[in-house]
T-cell receptor, first 113, second 109 residues
Framework: AAGVIQSPRHLIKEKRETATLKCYPI?????VYWYQQGPGQDPQFLIS???????DKGSIPDRFSAQQFSDYHSELNMSSLELGDSALYFC????????????FGPGTRLTVT | GQNIDQPTEMTATEGAIVQINCTYQ??????LFWYQQHAGEAPTFLSY????GLEEKGRFSSFLSRSKGYSYLLLKELQMKDSASYLC??????????FGKGNQVVVIP
């Protein structure tokens, strides 16, 4: 069965650069969630979208923005990168905003040097 | 807000049973989830409880007491591949998941 796809899988950037992470949800899933997991930390919710509209916002820095496109894929844009942004970024998708199960993608490992 | 507590690490032998506990405080409750996460990989869904009681799914069972803000995950007949971090996550009044810090289980022969 098709799963959530994230690209790139690994990304290395320098401080103050920008990065764009992409997420392709499971076909027919209309809701996308972004989570950030620092080393040894639990995943922290950043932001979610349902039917191309932002549905919830968590601890996402103002330097980050995200959107969901007409084909339901989502992009997380990160600017003025800081060393502390180094983390695993997971995208999850679900069918419907109230669906109980979120399916996680493999993650993008971002390293800021 | 949400506050989720989990102990950090435990070691057990193959074939054993381990119980991983999770306590939570949350405004609004729409379910408690258990995920398994191998190092550097995505969390994978194990179980979901929204009503009090025990949910059994193969070698894994999860229990919920909403009045106590408490859940546990029971892993039976441990296998080496069960060595992983186990995360409990609460879905609050919105749809986001609030994760606890995870409990590392190390299975030894």
């Amino acid at each position: 069965a098709a799963g959530v796809i994230q690209s790139p899988r690994h990304l290395i950037k320098e401080k103050r650069e920008t990065a764009t992470l992409k997420c392709y949800p499971i076909p027919r899933h209309d809701t996308v969630y972004w989570y950030q997991q620092g080393p040894g930390q639990d995943p922290q919710f950043l932001i979610s979208f349902y039917e191309k509209m932002q549905s919830d916002k968590g601890s996402i820095p103002d330097r980050f923005s995200a959107q969901q496109f007409s084909d339901y894929h989502s992009e997380l844009n990160m600017s003025s990168l800081e060393l502390g942004d180094s983390a695993l970024y997971f995208c999850a998708s679900s069918l419907g905003s109230q669906s109980y199960e979120q399916y996680f993608g493999p993650g993008t490992r971002l390293t800021v040097t | 807000g949400q506050n989720i507590d989990q102990p950090t690490e435990m070691t057990a032998t193959e074939g054993a049973i381990v119980q991983i506990n999770c306590t939570y405080q949350t405004s609004g409750f729409n379910g408690l989830f258990w995920y398994q996460q191998h190092a550097g990989e995505a969390p994978t869904f194990l179980s979901y409880n929204v009503l009090d009681g025990l949910e059994e799914k193969g070698r894994f069972s999860s229990f919920l007491s909403r009045s106590k803000g408490y859940s546990y995950l029971l892993l039976k007949e441990l296998q080496m591949k069960d060595s992983a971090s186990y995360l409990c996550a609460v879905k609050g009044g919105n749809n986001r998941l609030a994760f606890g810090k995870g409990n590392q289980v190390v299975v030894i022969p």
